[in-house]
Structure formats: structure tokens, C-alpha cells
């Protein structure tokens, strides 16, 4: 379902549950450079980390936001508030590299 105006992004505050199937994570965005992602269901659920962030507007609604974890794997997120859909494109540090589809909802 779409929504009919798009989200303004970033919703500082705010969680953005991101549902991968397998994994899922919350995202909760701090400032417009930071945010705590912690996995809800997945191999390290209860896990939780504080990023230093990078957002970029793609479109109306449409955003990349990126960052490096602690471990140096990298990611790119892509969050389409219109189509509430989010995908992920992760390289780990041993070159494994992943792509996730899913969809995501701003809660709170």
C-alpha cells in the first residue's frame, strides 16, 4: 500500500521497522547523522548499535543511507516512504556481499 504523501525524511525520534523476513531490525534515527540499529529477529537478535549515518534523497521519498559498522562491514540502505519498501546491500569484511528486499514502517 502506498501512502498518500510521502514521509519527510529523516523522521528524527522516530523507528523505522525494517522487515527483511529472516532478519528484521529497528532502526531508530537520533539526529540526522546517528541512529541505533538493533535486530529484533535474526541470527543476533537483541543486538544493538549506534551508527554515524549518511543520508541522501534520491527522489521524492526515496533515500540511501549508508554507513560502516564497527567491524568495517558496509551498507546502503535505500527507504522508499512511498512504496514502504526498503533494500539493503551489505559487503561483509570477509567480501561476502548481500542484497535484502523488504518492506519498512515508521512507528511512533
Not at 512511498?82 to 519498512?104: K, M, N, W, Y
Amino acid at each position: 500500500m502506498k501512502l498518500q504523501t510521502p514521509d519527510i525524511f529523516p523522521p528524527i525520534g522516530k523507528e523505522i521497522l525494517i522487515d527483511f523476513g529472516e532478519a528484521v531490525f529497528k532502526m531508530l534515527l537520533l539526529s540526522a547523522t546517528s541512529a541505533r540499529m538493533t535486530m529484533v529477529r535474526g541470527a543476533t537478535a537483541g543486538a544493538s548499535e549506534d551508527i554515524n549515518i549518511t543520508i541522501t534523497s534520491l527522489r521524492d521519498g526515496q533515500y540511501a543511507v549508508t554507513w560502516q559498522r564497527t567491524d568495517k562491514t558496509t551498507v546502503v540502505h535505500i527507504h522508499d516512504y512511498i512504496e514502504r519498501s526498503a533494500h539493503s546491500f551489505v559487503t561483509r569484511t570477509d567480501g561476502q556481499f548481500l542484497h535484502l528486499q523488504g518492506q519498512l514502517t515508521v512507528e511512533g
